[in-house]
Structure formats: C-alpha cells, structure tokens
C-alpha cells in the first residue's frame, strides 16, 4: 500500500540530507545572514553544536507575517523558480529551516523594519508568531539538535571534533566574504570564550583577501602565498597559492570556492595538484585558496542537497585556467622560497648549553693549554682546508638578490653574502634544476622525440573509453604518443616517446583512461617524461665534493635569479636558505 507521508516526516527525511551534523547547520544558517546581506555575524554554539547554536547578524531580517512561511518546506526569497540555472545567492532550495525545525528546538527571533517578532518550532511543530525585542537582524537559535531524531545523535563525533568542523565551516565561509566580520564564541559549561574572529577588511579586493587569509591560515601562509588573477573564456581565477617549500604533509589546507560557495570538487583539486606536479614530490601538498566567478549559468550548483558539489557546463576550460594560472604563478615567483625555511635553518641551530663554570684551581698547567692550543689549531687548519674562499672583489653583486659568492663549504655549499645577510646555496640542488628547466624548455621548442612501433599495438577498449582517449588524441601526440581508431572499440599504438624506452602500451593506455576518469583530464604522460628528465638533469648537475671557482658559483647565482622554480630542486625541497643579519645576531644573542 503507497501511502503519503506527513509534513514532519519528510522534513525529518529532508534533514539527514541537509543536516548531517551541527557543522551543517551552522553552514546553512550563517549563508542565509551571508544572503541577507549582513555585515557582522556571530556564532555561539556549546557542546559542539550539540545543544546550542545560536547565529546572530544585521541582516535586512524577515518581516513578522513572513516567518511562518520561512518554516514551511521550499520557500524562499532568493529565486521564484523559473530559472535554475541562474542562481546568486548562496541559499535557494528552501530547505534548511524547515530541516532544522523538523529535528531540533529552533527560534527564530528577526527585524525588518519597524516591527520585530519571533516564532518557535519544536520536532517539526511551530507556534504563533509573537512580538519580541531586537535591535535588527536576525537571530536563530537551535537547540538540542537531532532530539527528535535520537538515532542519529549515535552517529555524531566527540565535542572536540564536531567543533573542529564547525570552525573549519566558519573559516571558509570567512576566507570567501572578507568584507564581513566573522566572531565564533563557545560558550560551553557556562564559559563564553571567543574562539575564532575575523574583523571586516578593508582596500580592494585582494588587499581584503589577503588580510583574510591571514586572519584565517596565518602570517605564515600570507607571507609566503603569491596572487593569482587570470581569466579564460568567461571563467576569472583569483586567490592566493602557496610557494613550493611551504606545503604540506596532507591535502588539508587546500580551499576552492565557486562563485563565492566554498565547494569540495574533485575535478578541481585534480587541477590544483597538477598545477604543482612539476615541483612538487608525491607526499607533499600544496596550499592554496582558490576562487572561480564565473556567469552563474555556467555551472550548476543544485546537484547535492548541501550545496557542496557544482558541475561546469565546460570543466575542461576550468581546469585548463587552474592549472595554467599555477604554472604561471609559479613560473613568476622565479627564485623566490619561503620565509618558513630561514625559520626552519634557525631552530635547527640550537644553542649548546652553557658550560660550567671552572676554578682557577681547576684549570689545566700552561704546559697542556699549550699543547691544547697547538691541537686545537691544528683542527681549526684541517677544518678550514674544506673551505674554497673567494678572493676576488665580488662587492656590487651584493645587492643582488642571491649576493655574492664568498666561499664554498664541503664542495657543495656556496656561501654568498648580500646587504642584508646570507646566503647558503646548496649547488647541486640548485644546478640540477637549473639543468632540469632547460631540458624542459628545449623539449617544448623541439617536441618529444618518438619511436615508432614495429607492428602497432592494438588494443581492445570500451566505446566511451575510446571516446575518451580521441578528445585528447592531440595532446597526447604532442607528447610522443600517437594514437588512433581501429575499427569497433579499439585503438591502435603507433609511436611512442623515445625517452620512455620499452613501453608496455596497454598498461599505460589503461592508467591515463583511470586518471581521465577520475580526475577528467590526465597528466600521466607529461609527468613521466618530466621524471625522466628530472634523472637526466641530476646525472648532468654539478656533483657534490667539485671544487667551484668563483665565476662558476657567482654563474650559478645569477642564473638562479633569473630561472623559475629555482627556489626548489625537482623535489620540492629549498634549494638555498636566506638568513637576515637580524637571524644571524639572534643566534648569538646579539638582539
């Protein structure tokens, strides 16, 4: 027997989609104040969101005839329904309000205009509006979430981590509206304490994204995050990205936002990472806040009932401007490596501890402190025949930004000093990406070379899977790989690189079809040929325990300035360390 069911259980149905967990209701509550046009909006939530979430802002308010119909399932002020496809505001689907009422104790309390009132729903069932007081705004204030629901209360975390994701949610939702102050306050156990603030900015917009970004990620991140602003057939990439050598064990600094909507897409993190392929190792992870506006009718934000997944009408074109935005981004960044690596140098280089202090009756006879001052001399001269100094008059090039060479430590170090410091060079490092770029340059002047098959590999392959690999038949041909059609479902294999030797195209054909299908575009070609070369670069870059002379290390310097990602070596470690006199008189104690 089909029977209909009632308003509270499909609202109740509607909330395990919308409202997984208090973060989501936090998430839903702070974008409607966000659409309300608010210009502060705070955040006081206990026990994790658990009991108590209360969201305060001066928004335009509802006015007190419209809060009933604010609690009633699809109704909303933000579109009327015609158009889909060309939504502006965060909210549209009409559900978050009645979800949260249908499994929680909710107050909505709003001004809009002169008069101010107030309604309550409990379990799904609401009251009479009533008069209340309020300044202006809006104030809602959930309690005791998912009690109408006890079964899902079960699947909730520990208050530590359901705080945690509510923070994460107010962070992002910061980073993307940094005109507009943000305040998060516990207020568990009867303690009010402020956890998270973000006072509005000012200036334009990159100047207020970037004082945001360090308000949210840190001094660090801002320091060492370097701006991108492009645009590609109606899609505009702006934000900050991180240098190479500030980055992470874990893809856990990494936020994307479409059109203002903190979004977690798998095509675009694909993109992300393979904008660092080239200069980063496979266990580090880049940082980077990331935003795409584009015309709303480009992409289509109303495939998940949280809002949290959008598809592009030409992903291709989105992933194309990330990528290449990156590359670019990092290619202007030139030398440049982060400050974190000065601080890293820093605390490596502990201070020993003091020695006690020695009696004059303890010291030892003239006799052995000469012997001692003979031995120790004798050190000091084996130790400094490790050293190449620089005898000639380098004093202009201290004004450059990698100085002048002044010595060579163990054959490998160059020590340069430039006005403000120094600077530690490790020569191998740096010339095996000096070498590493310009294969990369001469690659893409000359093309790859190819090998062709003796007898074609044939392979046997789905009608879509063929499908996939002819859209970027030329992509893959401009790297070596020639491809093309066989009949039915098949391709066939006709050259290969030469740089890869011996290829097993059947295996290889399968990866770049799972990388297509997970990440909708493949770079697996690309990034072997560029690990061959990174080999070839480190075979062919100047090899530890060579003496250099002093035009050869100031050479290598020079060069450095003016090669992109020469800050890092192929692997993503820092090439050279930059110490100011400020460090350098610190370790000594000289502040």
């Keep these: 027997m089909i029977r209909q069911l009632d308003d509270a259980a499909i609202n109740r149905i509607a909330a395990g989609e919308v409202v997984e967990r208090p973060a989501s209701a936090v998430k839903e509550l702070v974008e409607n104040s ?31 005839g419209d809060l009933p119909l604010a609690l009633s399932r699809h109704a909303t002020s933000k579109i009327d329904g015609s158009d889909l496809l060309n939504i502006h505001s965060f909210g549209f689907r009409g559900e978050a309000l009645p979800s949260l009422g249908a499994v929680g104790r909710l107050t909505i309390t709003s001004r809009a205009g002169d008069d101010a009132a107030m309604i309550n729903v409990a379990g799904g069932q609401p009251s009479a509006v009533k008069p209340a007081a309020l300044n202006a705004g809006t104030v809602v204030e959930l309690r005791d979430l998912f009690y109408a629901t006890p079964a899902r209360l079960k699947f909730l975390r520990s208050d530590r981590a359901e705080n945690q994701a509510i923070t994460d949610v107010v962070k992002r939702l910061a980073m993307a509206e940094p005109f507009i102050t943000f305040v998060l306050r516990d207020t568990t156990g009867g303690d009010q304490r402020t956890t998270f603030r973000a006072d509005a900015e000012s200036g334009d917009l990159f100047d207020a994204l970037h004082g945001r970004l360090r308000s949210v990620l840190g001094r660090e991140f801002a320091d060492n ?38 979004v977690r897409d798998k095509m675009l993190l694909g ?17 980077a806040a990331l935003f795409i506006d584009c015309d709303p009718t480009l992409v289509d934000v109303n495939v998940h009932p949280a809002k949290s997944e959008v598809r592009f009408r030409d992903p291709g074109t989105v992933r194309g401007l990330i990528v290449s935005g990156l590359r670019h981004m990092l290619a202007g960044a030139g030398h440049r490596a982060s400050t974190t690596v000065a601080g890293a140098t820093l605390g490596a280089m502990q201070a020993p501890a003091p020695e006690p202090r020695v009696y004059q009756m303890d010291r030892p006879s ?52 430039t006005t403000s410091g120094m600077i530690l060079v490790d020569a191998h490092a740096a010339h095996e990406r000096l070498v590493y770029e310009k294969l990369k340059t001469q690659m893409a002047a000359n093309g790859v070379a190819v090998q062709a098959l003796l007898i074609p590999e ?43 030797g011996e290829v097993n195209a059947t295996a290889f054909i399968r990866d770049i079809l799972d990388e297509l299908a997970d990440q909708g575009d493949s770079k697996l070609l690309e990034a072997k040929l560029n690990a061959i070369l990174s080999r070839v670069a480190c075979h062919g870059s100047v090899r530890t325990g060579r003496r250099m002379s002093a035009p050869e290390m100031n050479a290598l310097l020079r060069e450095m300035e003016a090669t992109p990602n020469s800050g890092q070596c192929n692997h993503g ?19």
């Design 366 to 417: 003239s006799q052995f402190t000469a012997q001692s001052m003979t031995f120790q001399s004798g050190f000091a001269e084996h130790r400094s025949a490790r050293v190449e100094p620089v005898l000639e008059d380098t004093t202009p090039d201290e004004a450059l930004p990698l100085g002048a060479a002044r010595a060579q430590l163990h054959e490998n170090y160059i020590l340069a000093q």
């Design 271 to 287: 993109a992300l990472r393979a904008g660092y392929m080239d200069v980063l190792s496979r266990d580090r992870h880049p940082v």
């Design 573 to 591: 470690r820092p090439t050279y360390v930059e110490l100011k006199m400020t460090d350098i008189e610190r370790l000594f104690g000289r502040t």
């Design 225 to 262: 995050a370097v701006p991108l602003d492009a645009e590609r057939d109606g899609f505009h990439l702006t934000g900050y990205a991180a240098l190479p050598t500030y980055s992470r064990g874990a893809a856990i600094a990494q936020f994307l936002f479409v059109n203002g909507r903190p």
């Design 458 to 500: 044939i392979i046997d392959l789905t009608d879509n899977e063929v499908a996939s690999l002819t859209a970027i038949t030329a992509d893959l041909a401009r790297l070596g790989l020639t491809i093309e059609p066989f009949g039915g479902g098949s391709i066939a294999v006709r050259e290969t690189p030469a740089l890869l």
């Design 34 to 64: 966000i659409d309300a046009g608010a210009t502060r909006i705070e955040v006081t939530i206990a026990d994790g969101g658990k009991t108590l979430i209360r969201v305060t802002d001066d928004g335009c308010g509802i006015a007190p």
